[in-house]
């Protein structure tokens, strides 16, 4: 799979500091059985400055685009072994006119239609392009084509929640059509629709419903986007989510002090990897409440004295909370010459992504919920029970430490 992307590369010249930077495009490929992507640029002769260089030359980037698309597809079906430096090369023997390229040039000035299996293009030009899928030639495409599509361009992108999010709609609408597709212009109201209802039937929380619809509403109105539908938001047009994902649950009760006891007096000593993720939550409501993504990405460099000084992931604030004995007594728990982590989920499993942690908790704080009668427990609740207890009359015993 290649992907192309259009970027601006400015003049490093000392000697003329106000010569104009250079249209330069990014070919990234990734081989079956490989997760990793690798790229190279090559720098074209369209100029102009930061802000206008490719808009203002639009119709020239296009073009460089297909010679650069034409040259993946016809090395590809050529079935030789080839690199990226062979297409940087191809496409520099093309742009100055080379004799061994015109057949190229020939194909690209004619606008084919992309295959969508091999090719994709930034989000900025894909509507400039068709594609075709090969299992269905000349049509549009289907979705869950172009759902994968866009997965591997996030990917690419660096964007890897949105990829995941693609990658786990696309395997849900997939069991819903039995692992068929459905062309891109077949779909309508009705399908929607009948994709909400098997939602609701197959058993799926609301908020999984609504995950889902509304990542298929973003893929849709991408497709629209792209020139591959004519509708888009109209799909959904009408459609209030709180409505089609059910009633509104009742709002939790937050946890209270004797469930809060009840939590951290578990004994998990038969299942080390719970009693962890029960002294993580534990922890973090003994530090004011904290996410998860930040306790578990806590080293011992966040630890001064008895002061824990922390970035906060999610909104990148700063923020330094005084450790009482009960938050002490965790850390030196999990102390460790042989963790950087204080909590060894990140040490343990190497390579581990941030979701893989996050559904390994998940999964240990249902059990912790069910083993203290409160089965609607989830990690975050670490943070509201702070809250709460706070505005409270238990707050002088909190800061105690007789919770």
Request: net charge positive.
């Amino acid at each position: 799979m290649f992907l192309i992307t259009t970027g601006f590369q400015q003049s490093r010249s000392r000697l003329h500091p106000d010569k104009p930077g250079r249209v330069v495009f990014r070919i990234a490929r990734k081989d079956d059985g490989d997760p990793a992507w690798t790229s190279r640029k090559v720098t074209s002769d369209i100029c102009g400055d930061r802000d206008s260089a490719v808009n203002d030359n639009r119709d020239k980037v296009i073009a460089c685009l297909r010679i650069i698309s034409c040259i993946i597809e016809m090395r590809h079906d050529s079935a030789c072994p080839f690199t990226l430096d062979d297409i940087v090369s191809d496409f520099r023997k093309a742009a100055a006119g080379d004799r061994s390229m015109v057949g190229v040039i020939a194909r690209a000035s004619e606008d084919p239609p992309l295959r969508a299996d091999i090719i994709s293009v930034g989000n900025g030009f894909r509507r400039d392009f068709k594609f075709v899928y090969p299992d269905k030639p000349g049509a549009p495409g289907g979705l869950l084509c172009y759902m994968s599509d866009l997965s591997r361009e996030a990917r690419a992108a660096g964007k890897i929640s949105i990829s995941r999010s693609y990658s786990s709609t696309r395997g849900s609408i997939s069991r819903f059509l039995d692992g068929a597709d459905i062309d891109l212009g077949d779909i309508d109201r009705p399908f929607v629709s009948a994709y909400s209802s098997w939602l609701s039937e197959t058993g799926v929380s609301d908020s999984t419903r609504s995950f889902y619809l509304r990542t298929l509403r973003a893929i849709i109105n991408h497709a629209a986007t792209d020139g591959l539908l004519r509708t888009g938001e109209s799909l959904f047009k009408g459609f209030d989510t709180r409505v089609i994902f059910g009633e509104r649950t009742e709002i939790r009760d937050p946890l209270d002090r004797e469930t809060l006891k009840k939590i951290a007096g578990l004994d998990f000593h038969r299942d080390p990897e719970a009693e962890t993720v029960r002294d993580m939550f534990m922890f973090g409501f003994y530090c004011r409440g904290m996410e998860l993504i930040d306790i578990t990405n806590l080293t011992r460099s966040n630890i001064r004295g008895d002061m824990l000084v922390y970035k906060r992931r999610l909104k990148g604030l700063p923020k330094t909370v005084c450790l009482d004995k009960k938050a002490m007594d965790i850390v030196r728990r999990y102390q460790s010459p042989d963790n950087d982590y204080i909590f060894p989920f990140l040490d343990r499993y190497k390579g581990l992504q941030q979701y893989s942690v996050n559904n390994i908790v998940s999964r240990h704080i249902k059990q912790i919920g069910r083993a203290v009668g409160f089965p609607a427990l989830t990690f975050s609740m670490n943070i509201t029970a702070w809250q709460t207890l706070m505005n409270r009359s238990d707050l002088p015993d909190l800061l105690l430490g007789n919770l």
